[in-house]
């Protein structure tokens, strides 16, 4: 059976694929990411997690548009990078946070039809009582 992946193995396989300014595809990306997080995940493995195709798809759709890096000097090309890194993460979220705005949409309108108000909504979580030997 496959290695789940963590939160933490997620962010890295995400910045993996920000730095990524060549050809990119799945397999090419599971060999890259195979020694940041200890073991080769599968295609299916990074496909099925959101936060990664939707990264993966925002940076083939950079990469076809055809960002060309010009020849500089290295600390000027390292500043190239870091920024092209930072627009494609900025990218990434906007459509991520875009995401989250759709979906709390379709909760509120649920949350609506359903009769929830917006006091039972923000109603504080529930205190967990971890002393407690009772099991229910």
């Known amino acids: 059976m496959a290695k789940h992946l963590a939160g933490k193995d997620i962010d890295i396989i995400i910045n993996q694929i920000d730095s990524t300014r060549d050809k990119l595809t799945w397999d090419g990306l599971c060999d890259a990411v195979a020694p940041l997080i200890g073991t080769r995940p599968t295609r299916q493995t990074l496909n099925?997690?959101?936060?990664?195709?939707?990264?993966?798809a925002l940076k083939k759709?950079?990469?076809?548009?055809?960002?060309?890096?010009?020849k500089r000097p290295a600390s000027l090309a390292i500043a190239e990078q870091r920024i092209s890194r930072l627009e494609s993460e900025n990218d990434r979220?906007?459509?991520?946070?875009?995401?989250?705005?759709?979906?709390f949409a379709t909760w509120q309108y649920n949350a609506y039809k359903h009769g929830?108000?917006?006091?039972?909504?923000?109603?504080p979580l529930p205190t967990i009582d971890r002393d407690s030997s009772k099991r229910n």
Request: proline share 3%; hydrophobic share 35%; net charge positive.
């Open 61 to 70: 759709q950079q990469i076809k548009s055809g960002f060309q890096s010009s």
């Open 93 to 103: 979220l906007r459509r991520e946070n875009q995401l989250l705005l759709q979906r």
């Open 48 to 56: 099925a997690q959101e936060r990664v195709k939707t990264a993966f």
């Open 116 to 123: 929830m108000t917006p006091a039972k909504l923000n109603a």
